[in-house]
Structure formats: structure tokens, C-alpha cells
């Protein structure tokens, strides 16, 4: 499918800028943003299978080698660094006096925060009805479950003795002792767990048909076995169907507001103390819009050369590329907007503390964080305005890991500067972080760059039964003229079956239309 | 397990030494199994299936599925985990007495700032996470539970030909069990369907 692919990219890319012109590119290799269908150069479900289980069925490229040696390497200094922490304690981060939370706290909101995009594509988009997301929901829930996993780390090892962690939950002991369910921490116990779990329930729940489709597929004995196992029987039962539809929306329905709840609970660790810098009401809702703005920034990033590698551009087109920009450059409006409205309060306010923390994080010892997550997260999507950014994979790319950057900025500059510099000038100081405070952060990365390639090796990437579905060909009443669509697989070259099309159609790239 | 290995030949429609689990038809389109759908109900079997790559949309509505209670039940699951969730923060911050829960547990009536002992208002997350937590868990195991899942072995699953029905082919089973089959009139009425092809489908 590869093949045509260097043929006619920068020609079509500006054929497609200039308004229509969809059904003329239909067969360049370039993904056109604001091509109607979803689903590029097959008419068959067959295709479609094909083209994502046989990623899980061949050997991967090279790349995926080279990346998997790369980040179990990372892992292992994670290993390290965690090791070191827990036989020798806390000290071995740069935690000071006032600064009892850095890095391991700006790691766990940045990591929750990148989970919301998943949950955010798999959930909200499903009950917005936005059918793109069937290209990329699959593997944007995956970085979620991965990428709460490495969030669940970070509070795991800083409450000191890891070993009674279990502390977090209320569970009868000798003591006699319960957890204080009126701190937020304890909320954050039960939100970021619960988050988790019905995270992977939802995943698993959703990849249970193309499970089923591997297992129709496997060659081999184990991969039979394994992936038999993992399907629990599927048969793609209409009578399943119809059961598993509801189960999802109602899934979809609970995961919404769940979503929601997590990163306000989240941004309650801060606002329901009174540090200045924290204690402000606007902190849910810029928190959820930061958290959805850098999800999205971490799918584009994953994307990108997720499909590149392993050939899923006519699955994971540039009008997903797309849209998904169009989503970072409204969060990232959100994010500035609340930015903006911090300082604004914190002038109008009249309290002393809160200007201080305020025009201290912008001009203080730590104004260089500020200022880099401002240009990252307040400059960077606005370039997203224009449709050739958005369209440019490599910009993109770019983009999508500066905005990675800046919100991992910006939890460090609302967590480190409020802390630094509280009430009491006597005791201000500076945090500084240690190797293991880095190598802990990096291992991070390492982690999820495990967990996801494996995901990316073995499970089905996209979600094929649910892509089948918003194919033009899945319509069991095709009308009058486009009734051709009856023969299976006579009309190539006809692109979309014109009586199927409304189906397709964005709202938002209607301009496209003819 | 033995539906978990590759089934060996699938024998065609020539097999009568058990009895069958049924017959299953192979149609090509969404369009064509809707359809197929449609007349097999006219017909009056009760006990046959469409299985499909997807759902086809309107397929169940064609098939004469009833509405599953499904919604009902996780309604009931959510507000369980809204009690149970009020419960262990009063019980665990607000009581004095002993309860079993497994072991014998006892309250502890958090003091703290002169708060009030019932603070509900603080509460509410947990409330809401746990409600989301059983809702969620009982969504995903009462919808497995009603399709009879998880399921390690099936007739149908030993079919060699069945395994496209996760790829791009739409069957029709009727099952053996239902009182209007007949294996000869079955099968020429899945025929007459228009389907691809039809064949038995053993009871192993």
C-alpha cells in the first residue's frame, strides 16, 4: 500500500488545499485533510483486517526494534532509580523544606493528564457521535491504561515506605487506623484508581471482536491459544452485538464524566490547600482542558509514526491528523484563556500572597519554566490556525512534542514556584533535582515506550470491527443509486458510494463538500 | 480447548453420524444478511443467530431482538456503589461501633478543625468514583454474563468457514434445536435466502 506513496505527495498536498478535490486524490498515497471518508483506498472489510492484523502478524520493522531496545534500556534506569529510592529513601530526591513535592508530582499530574485524551476520544467523541475516532481510538486508549499506569508510579514510591502503600485504601489493619476521607489525596486514591480500572475495562471490552478477529486469523499454536484466550469466545453474535452496543455507549457514558472528575480531583491535591498559587477555583476546569491539550499533543506524537511505520495511513488518514490538531489548538486557546484569568485574579483579588506567587513565577528564580511552558503551550498551538500546519506531518510532529514539553512545564511551574516561595521568606528555597529525580522521569518514558510497543506488536492497533462499521460499505441499505454497492467488491476506483456519503460527511469540513 | 487449536477438515454438509448443532448460511453483504434476517424471522425459527464482523446497523431490530435490560441493572450497580460509598466514609470517619466485614472492623470518628463528623459534602468524590467503579464493572460483566461469555469452546468456533464471520462474511445459524428445523427444508430455505453457501455445522 506503501507504493505509491512517493510518487505524488507534494503536488496533491496542494491540490487538496485548495478547497474540493477529494474524490480526484482518492489515490495518492498522501492522506488529504478534508477527504470525506475515513477510510482510505479499500472498499473491502477484508482490507481492512488484513491491513491491521497483519501488523500483529508479521515482524515489525527495524525501527521497532531499535525503539523497544531503546526504551527497555530507559526502563531499567527507571529500575535503578526506583531501587536506589526505596533502599535508601526520599533524600535521593532534590526535595527541600518548602519543596516537598517536585518532580514525582509534576510526573503524576503530567502522566494522569495524558491518559484524558484517550478517554476523551474513546468516550466523548463515541457519544458526540464523531466517527473519526474509530481510526485512532484503539491506540489512544492504550496510551491511556499506559499511561496511568506511569502516573500510579510517581505517588506509589514518594509516600516514603513504599512497603505500606496499601495505607492509601481503607482496609482493616491492627491499628484500627482509616484513611481521612475529607483530604483530597484520599479522593485522588480512589479517582485515579477507579480511572484505571474502568479504563482497562473499557479497552479490553472494546478489543474483545478484533481479538476474536486474531484468533480467526492465528497461524500458530501459542498465538491460537493466547489469543483464544483473550477473546473469550467471541463469535460476533448479533444478539452479542446488540448487548455489547449498549454495554459500550453505557460505558462511554460513565467514562465522560469520570474523566472530568479525575483531573478536577487531581487539581483539588492543589486548590483545596491554601498555598498561594493553588488555591484558586479555576483549577478543575483548566486542569481537564490541560489535561485534554496534552493527550491529544501525545496521540499526534504516537501517531505519527505509528503509522508510518507500520502502514496505516489509509486507516489513520490526515484528516484524523487533522482534527485532532483542531482539538489542540481549542485546548490550547482553553489553557492560555486560563493562564491569562490566573493573573488576572490574582491582580483583581487584592490578596498580597497570591499576586506575589503569581508575578513571582513569571519574573522570579523559576521564570524561565514559566516563560518556556508559555511559548510551548500558548504560542506553539496557534500556529494550528493554519491548515497547512495542521496538515504538515512533520510540523505536526514538531508541534505535538512541544506541547508535550510545555505542559510537563507547566505542572512543574504551578507545583515548584508555589512551593519555593510561600508565606514565610525565611524559609524559601530553590529545588534542584538530583540524577534520580531525572532518571526516574526519563525511566518514565521508558515504561510507557514499552508498554506501548508491545501493545503495538501484539494486540490490534485500530480498532477494526468498529472502523468496518463507518465504512460506506457496512450501510445494509444502500440506496437506489448507489445500490452497486451490493457487489462486494466491484467498485473500486468508484471512491464512495455517493448514496453513503452523508454518513461521512464532518460537519466541520463541510466546506470540502461539493 | 480443542475449539482453541486449528480444527482439522470441516466436514461439508455430508456428516450424519451425530446430531448437528445446526446449519449456517454465508452471505456477502450487510445488505444481504439484513435481509436473510428478515425472512428467517418470518419464517418462525426461535433458536438461530446472525453472526457479523460489525453490527450491521438495524440488524437486531430486523432479528426481532427485544431491548436488553442491560441499563436497568447497571442503574442498580451505580446506586449500590453510591451506598456502599456513602457507608465506608461514615463508617470510617464518623462511627464508633463494630462491624463484620470479613474481620471485625471498628469506626473511628475523625476530629479534625471542628469539621463536622458527617461531612457529606467532602465525601462526594469518592461517592461518585465508587458509583462510576461498580457501574462500570457491572456494565462490562453482566453484558459478558447475558452473551453467555466467557466461553472457551462452541460448534461454531470449530468451523473452519466461521472464522470469517470476524473478517468480512455474515452467517446465518439456525440451530438444530429449534422445533421448525428440519435439516433438508432448512437447508433449502437458507438456500433460497440467496446465501453463498450453506453447510452443517457439527456438534463437537
Known amino acids: 500500500m506503501a507504493s505509491h506513496s512517493s510518487m505524488s505527495s507534494k503536488p496533491s498536498m496542494h491540490h487538496s488545499s485548495a478547497t474540493k478535490g477529494f474524490v480526484e486524490t482518492d489515490n495518492t498515497e498522501q492522506p488529504i485533510g478534508g477527504r470525506a471518508p475515513l477510510v482510505l483506498n479499500m472498499h473491502r472489510f477484508g482490507e481492512v483486517t488484513h491491513q491491521v492484523c497483519r501488523v500483529a502478524e508479521s515482524k515489525p520493522p527495524l525501527a521497532w526494534y531499535v525503539a523497544f531496545v531503546i526504551c527497555l534500556g530507559m526502563l531499567g534506569f527507571l529500575g535503578v532509580c526506583v531501587n536506589y529510592l526505596i533502599f535508601t529513601g526520599v533524600g535521593v530526591w532534590g526535595l527541600n523544606n518548602p519543596v516537598m513535592w517536585a518532580y514525582d508530582i509534576t510526573n503524576f499530574v503530567f502522566w494522569v493528564g495524558i491518559g484524558h485524551a484517550g478517554t476523551l476520544i474513546s468516550a466523548i467523541l463515541f457519544l458526540f457521535r464523531q466517527k473519526w475516532r474509530t481510526g485512532i481510538n484503539r491506540f489512544a486508549e492504550a496510551m491511556t491504561i499506559f499511561a496511568v499506569i506511569c502516573a500510579g508510579l510517581f505517588p506509589g514510591i514518594h509516600v516514603g515506605r513504599v512497603w505500606l502503600a496499601y495505607w492509601l485504601f481503607p482496609l482493616p489493619n491492627s491499628m484500627e487506623m482509616w484513611p481521612q476521607f475529607r483530604s483530597p489525596l484520599l479522593w485522588d486514591v480512589f479517582a485515579v484508581s477507579t480511572y484505571f480500572t474502568v479504563s482497562l475495562v473499557f479497552w479490553y471490552i472494546g478489543m474483545v471482536p478484533d481479538l476474536a478477529t486474531l484468533r480467526d486469523r492465528a497461524k500458530g499454536k501459542f498465538q491460537q491459544f493466547a489469543y483464544g484466550l483473550a477473546a473469550i469466545g467471541w463469535r460476533g453474535s448479533m444478539r452479542h452485538w446488540h448487548r455489547y452496543e449498549v454495554a459500550y455507549l453505557l460505558l462511554a457514558a460513565l467514562a465522560t464524566p469520570l474523566v472530568l472528575s479525575v483531573h478536577s480531583v487531581v487539581s483539588f491535591d492543589f486548590a483545596v490547600s491554601q498555598v498561594p498559587g493553588w488555591h484558586t477555583t479555576i483549577f478543575p476546569p483548566y486542569f481537564v482542558a490541560g489535561a485534554i491539550f496534552s493527550g491529544f499533543a501525545m496521540v499526534v506524537s504516537l501517531a505519527v509514526p505509528a503509522r508510518e511505520l507500520f502502514g496505516l495511513k489509509d486507516l489513520i488518514t490526515l484528516r484524523h491528523l487533522d482534527n485532532m490538531n483542531k482539538i489542540i489548538l481549542l485546548t490550547g486557546c482553553m489553557v492560555g484563556y486560563a493562564y491569562s484569568m490566573e493573573f488576572f485574579i490574582a491582580w483583581y483579588s487584592g490578596a498580597m500572597y497570591e499576586k506575589f506567587a503569581f508575578v513571582n513565577r513569571a519574573f522570579g528564580q523559576y521564570w524561565w519554566a514559566y516563560w518556556i511552558m508559555v511559548s510551548c503551550n500558548v504560542i506553539t498551538p496557534q500556529l494550528f490556525w493554519f491548515k497547512k500546519v495542521r496538515t504538515s506531518i512533520p510540523l505536526m510532529f514538531i508541534l505535538s512534542i512541544f506541547v508535550n514539553v510545555g505542559m510537563w512545564f507547566e505542572r512543574f511551574v504551578i507545583i515548584v514556584t508555589s512551593l519555593a516561595n510561600d508565606f514565610l521568606p525565611t524559609s524559601w528555597d530553590q529545588f534542584v533535582p538530583t540524577w534520580v529525580d531525572i532518571g526516574t522521569m526519563v525511566g518514565a518514558f521508558g515504561l510507557f515506550g514499552v508498554l506501548f510497543l508491545l501493545f503495538c506488536r501484539y494486540l490490534p492497533m485500530i480498532a477494526i470491527a468498529e472502523v468496518k462499521a463507518v465504512m460506506p460499505e457496512a450501510d445494509p441499505h444502500p440506496h437506489a443509486h448507489g445500490a452497486h454497492a451490493h457487489h462486494g467488491g466491484s467498485q473500486e476506483g468508484h471512491g464512495v458510494p455517493s448514496g453513503a456519503m452523508p454518513a461521512f460527511r464532518d460537519p466541520r469540513s463541510s466546506e470540502g463538500q461539493p | ?204
Open chain 2, 1 to 204: 480447548m480443542s475449539t482453541l487449536t486449528a480444527p482439522k477438515v470441516d466436514a461439508p454438509s455430508m456428516a450424519p453420524t451425530s446430531a448437528p448443532y445446526g446449519l449456517m448460511a454465508e452471505f456477502r453483504t450487510p445488505a444481504e444478511i439484513m435481509e436473510a434476517a428478515q425472512r428467517v424471522r418470518a419464517a418462525g425459527y426461535r433458536y438461530w443467530d446472525c453472526h457479523v464482523p460489525f453490527p450491521v446497523h438495524g440488524l437486531d431490530k430486523a432479528m426481532g431482538v427485544q431491548r436488553t435490560i442491560l441499563p436497568v441493572l447497571v442503574f442498580g450497580a451505580g446506586a449500590t456503589g453510591a451506598v456502599v460509598g456513602f457507608c465506608l466514609q461514615a463508617f470510617t470517619n464518623a462511627a464508633s461501633f463494630s462491624v463484620w466485614a470479613l474481620v471485625w472492623v471498628t469506626g473511628y470518628p475523625f476530629l479534625i478543625s471542628g469539621k463536622p463528623l458527617m461531612s457529606v459534602p467532602a465525601w462526594i468524590p469518592v461517592i461518585f468514583e465508587l458509583t462510576i467503579l461498580l457501574s462500570a464493572l457491572s456494565t462490562a460483566g453482566l453484558m459478558l454474563l447475558m452473551n453467555n461469555l466467557p466461553r472457551l469452546s462452541h460448534p461454531l468456533l470449530a468451523n473452519n468457514r466461521f472464522r470469517r464471520a470476524t473478517d468480512d462474511r455474515f452467517f446465518v445459524v439456525i440451530e438444530a434445536r429449534d422445533p421448525k428445523f428440519l435439516r433438508s427444508k432448512t437447508e433449502a430455505f437458507l438456500k433460497s435466502l440467496g446465501a453463498s453457501h450453506v453447510e452443517v455445522v457439527e456438534d463437537r
